[in-house]
C-alpha cells in the first residue's frame, strides 16, 4: 500500500523488565522516536507515552469544539491518530481503516461505500 498510514511503535523493542539486559542500555541504543508516517511525511510524536495520551485526548475535546473559531473538526482523527499509538483498541481502529482505504486505492475503487 503506498501512502498509507504507518505507525512506528518504539516500545515493542525495548527490553521488559524481568528481561537479562540491563535496561539502561537497551534505551541507549534506541534512539528512535515514536512517529507517525502520512504518506511520505513523518511526524515526530513525545517519548513519553503519558504526553502522548494526553495530547490526544486535547486534540480529541478540541475538535468536539469544533464549532468554535481557532479549533476545528480536523482535530478528532488527529487526537485518534496519536492515542493509536498507545491505546490498544485505537490502534485496531486505525489499521482497520487502513486496510480498507488500501483495498480500496488497490482495486481502484472510485464509489463512496
Known amino acids: 500500500m ?3 498510514l504507518k505507525i512506528k511503535n518504539t516500545a515493542r ?5 524481568g528481561d ?12 528512535s522516536r515514536p512517529h507517525v ?6 511526524i515526530g510524536l513525545p517519548r513519553s507515552r503519558m504526553v502522548r495520551i494526553a495530547l490526544g485526548s486535547i486534540l480529541i475535546f478540541g ?3 469544533g464549532f468554535l ?3 476545528g473538526f480536523w482535530m478528532i482523527p488527529l487526537g485518534l491518530l ?5 491505546l490498544p483498541m485505537v490502534r485496531r481502529w486505525r ?3 487502513a486496510v480498507k482505504f488500501g483495498r480500496k486505492v488497490k482495486n481502484g475503487d472510485k464509489s463512496g461505500s
Not at 537479562?20 to 534506541?30: F, L, M, S, Y
Not at 508516517?37 to 513523518?42: D, E, P, R, S
Open 95 to 97: 489499521r482497520r481503516l
Open 82 to 86: 496519536v492515542l493509536s499509538q498507545d
Open 63 to 65: 475538535g468536539i469544539l
Open 13 to 17: 523493542d525495548r527490553p521488559m523488565a
Open 69 to 71: 473559531p481557532v479549533l
Open 37 to 42: 508516517k502520512l504518506g511520505n511525511n513523518k
Open 20 to 31: 537479562d539486559e540491563d535496561p539502561a542500555a537497551g534505551r541507549q541504543g534506541n534512539k
Open 2 to 4: 503506498t501512502g498509507g
